[in-house]
RNA sequence: GCGGGCGUGGUGGAAUCGGUAGACACAAGGGACUUAAAAUCCCUCGGCUUCGGCCUUGCGGGUUCGAUCCCCGCCGCCCGCACCA
């Protein structure tokens, strides 16, 4: 037995199929144990697995299986985030059905995730794509049409001209599309939006909460709600004002700089202008100008400030002064009231105009230690703290006290019939548009009638299911062009209408898949009750992309469907990790084409490490360790790698080595390092099952050293392992398994005979199967495999944690490092229980310290218990 | 520019309520077994050393009996956001 190899693929196999008919991991919703809910990020069917996803969902299975070992009913569900552009690309250009593409995706997917031994309940899998899913997801639409939570209104938008559909803010990323890359263009389009900012203040408030989140994630969604508290200031205009446009309002976080205003600045967007430009040709052109300036990055940085002055002036709401109105392309709509005053002194963009335009510039915060009669603003404005000055009643105040005093001056005055000032609190979150012009996707069901307007879909006819029929050889959306489809009568008054042709934004389908796993089933969306006894989610893991878009999403999407009364909750992820990714090593040909690994063999000599390729021996360079990608051609195939070294290696190799949270390097050693690794581990656990007394043999109180010394290394790795678990440090878990297995082997090799007796060899066999229920998270078929070696009839999948026994965590004596002068020097070794005063004896009574005091007594002595001794000389 | 994070051997990393720096692994070198290879096992492995020690956690200071850990100032790298008034 011991001297088999183990044979991972007839293993894994055998154990999976077991498991499945056993039905071990399915779990039922009336299971009156503790409820623990481990979901990872449900992948897109994009085709093949990527090693990513054997990380992230390694990751999740030692959490599942660790947790139902100890006790809880554990929900560990797994689906497919089907809707979405790639699969009409392949529409496009492989004549394949969007749904037959996507449906066998997830088939050999499925195969896939399944040869990973994952201990998931596949009985509760869906596809975002089934109309059991997104019929579903049209009534919630409806639920939080019915609460307000939706609204469709004209809007600029986000157009990517290559997708030819409409993108989020969020799925704009330096200033292209987040998945075709196409530089963005802006166009007005009647779209649907879901009202995130309903609840952007509870979503930020609430992010304290989430202490189970990266820091970093809820730094992020913090930054990009982006609350910032101002005043509304409202302003008289003079000189030749529109029609009914007497008042102009700015929103503003520094009144407290009202006295160093030197213009105001409109939006092109902004009403008055569009006023003004009917009237004026050169305003009209000003603004056109703007509207062709990029919205990309690139744009934006090196655009420069400009404005158009359009002879109008405000009047200073404390002074008896006017200044100039400019429409300016820096000045944005939709954030604020669509209007600014300029503060040169103390904003930079402010100072950049007024430059340009020769405007004046007054500072009026003067910065600590600054001399008032000559501190003055070249290039660079203040915008520290300070205190003011030049500014009439507010002199010799702080930033913040001029802020409130300003704010209570004007909220207390009038100008034409409304205050003149009104506290604010601003969002930069948007509302979330979510219509795509797009055919694989879940349609929004609305009707278009010409008398009753939009008229929602009755719940009695959904679903409003997709036509198969489609043709995908132009570009544009396939259910507008669709013959028959969109033609519907009117719900309300049965004449001839339209359906809604636009479906929704795939994060919808995300947004809520994870409320659906704990009843799949059900005709509702939810199930109130058994969603609330499941969720939150206890530990969320997936990748760090996802810090915005599908996690803001989510939390937006469970307080709507509270308020709809679908769950109970507002936060459903309690715990969240971010996983790092997998990089690797490029190759390059001299045509400076990429070479993918499976191509080359590399040689390590003299010279350091050298690829080349199989085919023709020619050299390759190698390149920087990246992400793997398909563009690099520097990935490794799952499949590959578990047909040849098996799924526990592969996941062994995942969790080794580098801390879960940043990025591991996949390398052929590693991979090889592994899979000895579990070689070895055979190997001693078939030789321990040679030697150990049958199972359940007792393990005796009093044991020989060697055979104590043994078992208190199983028990101190059973806490250590456990502690790691918990804390996700999967890294930390693995090397305290491998110090085990140093312990094991040298204890088998050098001290066999120590373990002849019956008693001691029951502790030789508590240590192994200790050891494999550690490994069992991480090497499921291994272990199991291992328990039976040892002749456990029950699975080792349905078996406990071990027992920790706390009292051999405990050690008679404690060896103690005794510095002098802060440099370690020697050790004591006293027993465990010594007060300070004996540790200070024995420490001094060591020859090296002895030999460093010189036979003076030491001027000092800190004695630490059972941490160490530091005698100052 | 703003915000956040990180700098430890050849490499990935371990050790933080301030208490033995370098666990564990990979790579490398040496040895055993073998006709040979594979597999396996054993040893060495931060630097310097006059073999007593000395130096070493990006750099420079500080606090402390004691600093990878706390404080101040630099340098470097990574990530996120960015005309948000």
Redesign the pocket.
């Known amino acids: 037995m011991a001297s088999e ?1 183990y044979n991972a693929r007839v293993t894994e196999t055998r154990w999976q199929k077991a498991w499945d008919e056993a039905k071990v991991f399915a779990t039922a919703n009336d299971d009156p144990r503790p409820k623990y809910y481990v979901l990872e990020m449900f992948p897109y069917p994009s085709g093949r697995i990527h090693m990513g996803h054997v990380r992230n969902y390694a990751m999740g299975d030692v959490v599942a299986r660790y947790k139902r070992a100890r006790g809880f009913n554990v929900l560990h569900p797994m689906g497919w985030d089907a809707f979405g552009m790639p699969a009409e690309n392949a529409a496009m250009q492989n004549k394949v059905h969007p749904k037959s593409w996507t449906y066998s995706n997830i088939a050999t997917m499925r195969d896939q995730l399944k040869s990973m031994g994952l201990s998931l309940d596949w009985a509760r899998e869906f596809a975002t794509c089934d109309v059991a899913y997104y019929s579903r997801q049209q009534r919630l639409f409806l639920d939080f049409l019915d609460k307000g939570l939706v609204t469709r209104r004209k809007s600029k938008v986000n157009w990517d001209p290559v997708d030819m559909t409409v993108l989020a ?2 799925q ?3 200033g292209k599309g987040w998945r075709s890359g196409a530089t963005v263009e802006q166009r007005e389009l009647v779209q649907w939006f879901f009202k995130i900012s309903d609840f952007s203040e509870d979503l930020l408030t609430a992010l304290d909460g989430l202490d189970r989140w990266p ?2 994630v809820r ?2 969604q ?3 709600i ?1 609350r ?1 508290e ?1 005043l509304r200031v409202r302003f008289q205009l003079d000189g030749a004002v529109p029609e009914g446009q007497d008042f102009v309002e ?5 009144p407290d700089t009202l006295f160093g205003m030197s213009f105001l ?1 409109l ?1 092109a967007d902004h009403p008055l202008t569009t006023a003004l430009a009917a009237t004026s040709p050169e305003i009209a052109a000003f603004v056109e100008e703007c509207h062709r ?1 990029g ?1 990309s ?1 690139a ?3 090196t ?4 404005g158009y002055n359009t002879g109008l002036v405000v009047r200073h709401p404390f002074l008896d002064a006017v200044f100039p109105v400019y429409v300016a ?15 040169p002194a103390h ?4 100072l ?1 105009f007024a430059r340009r335009y020769h405007l004046t510039v007054t500072p009026v915060v003067l910065p600590e230690g600054a001399d008032p009669t000559t501190f003055a603003v070249a290039d660079e404005a203040y915008t520290g703290e300070g205190r003011i000055f030049n500014s009439a009643f507010l002199d010799g105040h702080s930033v913040a006290e001029a802020k409130e005093m300003v704010a209570h001056r004007l909220e207390t005055a009038t100008l034409g019939q409304a205050p003149q000032g009104t506290r604010q609190v ?3 979150l948007r509302d979330w548009g979510i219509s795509r012009q797009r055919y694989w996707g879940c349609p929004i069901p609305v009707i278009h009638c010409d008398s009753c307007g939009v008229v929602p879909v009755p719940r009695k006819d959904l679903p409003v299911a997709l036509p198969e029929d489609v043709d995908f050889d132009r570009p544009g959306n396939p259910l507008d062009r669709h013959p028959t489809w969109k033609h519907v009568s009117c719900p309300v008054c049965a004449a001839p209408a339209r359906r809604e042709t636009d479906t929704m934004d795939t994060f919808v389908d995300s947004s809520w898949y994870f409320a659906r796993f704990t009843a799949p089933d059900a005709d509702d969306p939810t199930i109130p009750e058994v969603a609330d006894a499941w969720l939150p989610v206890d530990q969320y893991i997936g990748g ?2 996802h ?2 878009l599908h996690l803001l999403y989510s939390r937006f999407f469970t307080r709507a469907m509270k308020v709809a009364g679908h769950v109970g909750l507002d936060e459903p992820f309690r715990g969240l990790f971010t996983q790092g990714m997998v990089i690797h090593e490029t190759y390059r040909a001299a045509d400076g084409s990429w070479v993918s690994p499976a191509e080359i063999r590399i040689e ?1 000599g003299e010279t350091g490490r050298r690829a080349y390729r199989l085919d023709t021996a020619e050299e390759v360079t190698i390149g920087a360790i990246e992400k793997m990608s398909k563009s690099k051609r520097n990935t490794v195939d799952p499949t590959e790698i578990i047909e040849s070294f098996g799924a526990d290696t592969a996941r062994w190799f995942m969790l ?4 879960p949270e ?4 996949w ?1 052929d ?2 991979a ?3 899979s ?2 579990l ?2 581990v055979w ?1 001693l656990v078939g030789e321990t099952a040679e030697i150990a007394p049958p199972p359940g043999t007792p393990v005796p109180d009093v044991l020989a050293p060697a055979a104590l010394t043994l078992r208190k290394a199983a028990h101190r790795t059973l806490a250590a392992v456990g502690e ?1 678990i918990e804390t996700l ?1 999967f ?2 878990a ?6 085990l ?2 312990a094991l ?2 204890a088998i ?2 001290e066999r005979a120590a373990f002849a007796a019956p008693g001691e060899a029951a502790a030789l066999r508590e240590t192994a199967e200790i050891l494999v229920k550690l490994m069992a998270p991480m090497t499921p078929h291994l272990a199991e495999e291992c328990w039976h070696v040892l002749g456990n009839g029950e699975m080792l999948a349905m078996s406990p944690w071990p027992e920790l026994v706390p009292a051999l965590l405990v050690e008679d004596e404690v ?3 005794v ?1 002098i ?5 020697a ?1 004591v070794t006293v027993p465990r229980d010594a007060d300070a005063a004996t540790v200070e004896k024995a420490a001094l009574a060591l020859e ?1 310290v002895q030999r460093a005091l010189e036979g003076k007594a030491p001027k ?1 002595v ?1 004695v ?1 218990p059972q ?4 005698v ?1 000389a």
């Open positions: 190899r803010n969020e704009v990323i330096d820091e970093k730094t992020m913090r930054n990009w982006g910032s101002g700015v929103f503003t976080t520094r600045a939006s300036m919205t990055a744009a934006v940085e655009a420069e400030k400009r392309n820096f000045v944005l709509m939709d954030y604020g009231t669509g209007a600014i005053f300029g503060c904003d930079q963009r402010d950049d601003n969002y930069r760090i992309e810090a915005i390590a080794s080595d580098s801390p940043r990025d591991v390097e390398t050693q590693g090889q390092g592994s000895r690794f070689q070895r190997r790691a440090r890294n930390v693995l090397a305290k398994i491998y110090e297995v140093n082997g040298s090799a050098n060896t103690m490092p510095q002068n802060g440099k370690k020097r050790d090296a000092k800190i630490v941490r160490i001794v530091n100052v």
